[in-house]
Nanobody
C-alpha cells in the first residue's frame, strides 16, 4: 500500500527556515517523481516543486525559486523540501505527492495527508 507521510512543519517567523520530509513506503522511490504542493486558506492547491527520478531534474514554482530546495534520498525512501527565507505568503498546508511515472510531467497518483506550515511573527 502506497503511503506518503509528511513531517517537519510548524510555526516559523518570517525569514526563517523549515525542512519538510516526505517518507515513502509501499513502493520504491527510485522509479517515481515526487512533488510538493501547498494550499493556502481560501485558495486552490498549487504545485511548489518536483524532482524526477529519471534524471534528477528539479522544478520550482516562480514564487519559491531561489528559496526552496527539493532533494531525495532513495536509500531512505525520503524526499525533502528545504524552505529558506520564508514569507507569510508561504503559509499553508503542504502535501507530498507521488507521480505515476518517473517524470514530473506524469499525473499525480498518490497524496500524503498534508502538514501545516505557518509563517508569522
Amino acid at each position: 500500500q502506497v503511503q506518503l507521510v509528511e513531517s517537519g512543519g510548524g510555526l516559523v517567523q518570517p525569514g526563517g527556515s523549515l525542512r519538510l520530509s516526505c517518507a515513502a513506503s509501499g513502493f520504491t522511490l527510485d522509479y517515481y517523481a515526487i512533488g510538493w504542493f501547498r494550499q493556502a486558506p481560501g485558495k486552490e492547491r498549487e504545485g511548489v516543486s518536483c524532482i524526477s527520478s529519471s534524471d534528477g531534474s528539479t522544478y520550482y514554482a516562480d514564487s519559491v525559486k531561489g528559496r526552496f530546495i527539493i532533494s531525495r534520498d532513495n536509500a531512505k525512501n525520503t524526499v525533502y523540501l528545504q524552505m529558506n527565507s520564508l514569507k507569510p505568503e508561504d503559509t499553508g498546508v503542504y502535501y507530498c505527492a507521488r507521480a505515476d511515472g518517473s517524470s514530473c510531467a506524469s499525473p499525480v497518483g498518490s497524496w500524503g495527508q498534508g502538514i501545516q506550515v505557518t509563517v508569522s511573527s
